[in-house]
Structures are given as structure tokens and as C-alpha cells.
């Protein structure tokens, strides 16, 4: 899988984490840990390691002037902590939106430097 793959679908499952949490935030459940939360969590987290090192050694061969490579790091941590606070309606809303935007901000700006 090619590092713009990865970071197609690590997009996509924060986009998904966030729908997750505004549908928890709606509905108040509690979600099943084992079942739903842990699988999710799971996943997410070896997206975002994927990405992370394939990222990383992007940045080290093409240097960029406007991405770095602790965006990256911090990047994917804040893709990790959305992964695992998405079913969690009393999660902070602020921060975790805070959190999911700023990872699909620098994965935006890295699919960019990706096509260029």
C-alpha cells in the first residue's frame, strides 16, 4: 500500500471516528468495549502507525518547507486518541474535534505534498 493510500484511509477513519462521536454524543449509550470500541480503537492504531513510518521516511527523502516531521508524529498521535475516545459520548467535544481536525489537517497537507 502506497503512503497516499495510507493516508487516504486514515482520513477516512477519522472522518469515521468523528461521525462515531457525534452518534454517541447523540445517543448517550454506552458502547460495548470488547465488541465495538477495541476493534475501532485497534484499527485506527495500525493505520496510524503505518502512516507514520512511511510519512516520516517521505519527509527525511523530500523535505518539505511547510510540514515537519513531529506534525507527523503529532499527527498520528491525535489519529490514535480519536481512534480510542470516539464511543465515548462524555469525551471532551472541544478537544476531541480539536484533536481529529488538526491529524486531517496534516494529512491533507501531506497528500498534497504527495501529488506534487
Known amino acids: 500500500m502506497s503512503l497516499y493510500e495510507k493516508t487516504v484511509k486514515l482520513s477516512k477513519l477519522i472522518v469515521r471516528a468523528k461521525a462515531i462521536y457525534e452518534a454517541q454524543r447523540e445517543s448517550k449509550e454506552e458502547a460495548d468495549f470488547f465488541g465495538t470500541v477495541k476493534p475501532f480503537a485497534d484499527e485506527v492504531d495500525a493505520a496510524a502507525d503505518l502512516w507514520e513510518q512511511e510519512a516520516l521516511l517521505f519527509l527525511q527523502e523530500h ?14 498521535d491525535n489519529a490514535r486518541r480519536v481512534g480510542a ?32
Open 63 to 76: 523535505p518539505q518547507k511547510y510540514l515537519h516531521a513531529a506534525q507527523i508524529v503529532q499527527a498520528a
Open 85 to 116: 475516545y470516539a464511543h465515548f459520548f462524555d469525551t471532551g467535544k472541544a478537544k476531541f474535534i480539536q484533536s481529529a481536525d488538526s491529524a486531517l489537517y496534516v494529512l491533507e497537507s501531506l497528500d498534497n505534498c504527495i501529488k506534487e
